[in-house]
């Protein structure tokens, strides 16, 4: 069996134009699009085990989560089929970051997978331009909003670890 280790680190993409200076996108934009679709797929595969431990007051809104992120999977294949590219499939199983005995740990799943979610959607916010930069940004926010909901909290930066670690109140 395949299992992935769910996505963790900044994806860091080249030029949101052609190699070749012209207006279409580069393996650096497909490539940060086939890594929110890796990130859409560990979160589907995450919001499952979210689903089987969560608390019963709590299952509508993972499965809202669960659909959305669904939605956005569907989206981002559609996506790189329409970049020329293959989609990305989903491994067999993921590895969590930590382990989900409970209601409690399935809540800090859920913000966990928000916050990954958020930061791939960051680089490829970076990565693009256009249609697709606006998609990847109501996507950050999306996730960056259910993440504030599982937490409880937010972060100055939703999907910039290296800006949220350095932020200090005085910031803003």
Known sequence: MTRA?????????ASPTGSDGSDGPDDGVLAAVQA?????????????????????DLRAETRRAHEAHRARRDALRHAVRKMGGEPRAAA????????????????????ELEERVAAVYADLVRASEGDLRREAAGALR???????RWRGTGVPFPGLAERAASASPETF
Request: aromatic share 8%; hydrophobic share 60%.
């Open 5 to 13: 280790t769910i996505p963790t680190a900044p994806f860091v993409p």
């Open 36 to 56: 929110a679709l890796a990130a859409e797929h560990a979160a589907v595969y995450g919001y499952g085990v979210v689903g089987g431990r969560i608390a019963e």
């Open 92 to 111: 067999a199983a993921y590895t969590l970051p930590f382990a989900v005995p409970d209601a409690a740990a399935a809540v800090r799943l859920a913000a």
């Open 142 to 148: 999306e996730a960056a909003v259910r993440a504030v």
